[in-house]
């Protein structure tokens, strides 16, 4: 019989001590405040990152008049998430801390952009600006968000799939 890991292990909720997760967050909420009180757009990486299919598609959703309108600055928004962490990385971090193959890692992160599409956004955009809010839209989906997740690792734990 095979029996279901234990999920979260709560003798060590914060494995590299609070201080990185709470910079993490104020950092997050202050980029996103900064966003929304200078553009009034919510900051949806999702979105951000559609945007930027623009440059190289001539498909009309990707080409709609408000993004074309904002997306040099989503490029630059997005560029600085992926170079914050890179330099991050580079200076505080071991380069490579899973033990998640990276082809499972691409593939999951093709299926998780994917699916923010079609749920019509992702965890930044409902979880940190919608939830932070009050948007019920946003409450509704990171549960359905979170709710599957948990389901999909429990059920991929339980066929025997390890990193």
């Known amino acids: 019989m095979t029996t279901l890991p234990l999920v979260l ?3 060590q909720p914060f494995p590299r001590g609070v201080l990185p997760y709470l910079l993490g967050g104020v ?3 202050l980029g996103v405040s900064v966003i929304y009180l200078a553009t009034g757009i919510i900051a949806g990486a999702s979105t951000f990152l ?3 299919l623009s440059y190289a598609s001539g498909v009309s959703r990707l080409n709609q008049p408000k993004y074309l309108a904002s997306r040099d600055w989503r490029v630059l928004f997005t560029l600085g998430m992926v170079g914050g962490a890179a330099a991050y990385t580079l200076a505080f971090a071991d380069p490579w801390t899973t033990q998640v193959q990276p082809w499972r890692l691409l593939g ?3 299926l998780v952009g994917v699916g923010t599409r079609l749920g019509k956004g992702c965890t930044s955009g409902h979880g940190v600006c919608g ?3 009050l948007s019920e839209t946003s409450i509704v989906n990171v549960a359905t968000f979170m709710a599957f997740a948990v389901g ?3 059920l991929v734990a339980a ?3 390890t990193p």
């Open 159 to 161: 066929v025997g799939v």
């Open 152 to 154: 999909t690792a429990l």
């Open 108 to 110: 999951g992160g093709v």
């Open 9 to 11: 292990t709560l003798d």
């Open 50 to 52: 559609e945007t930027t």
């Open 131 to 133: 939830i932070g809010s």
């Open 27 to 29: 950092l997050i909420g």
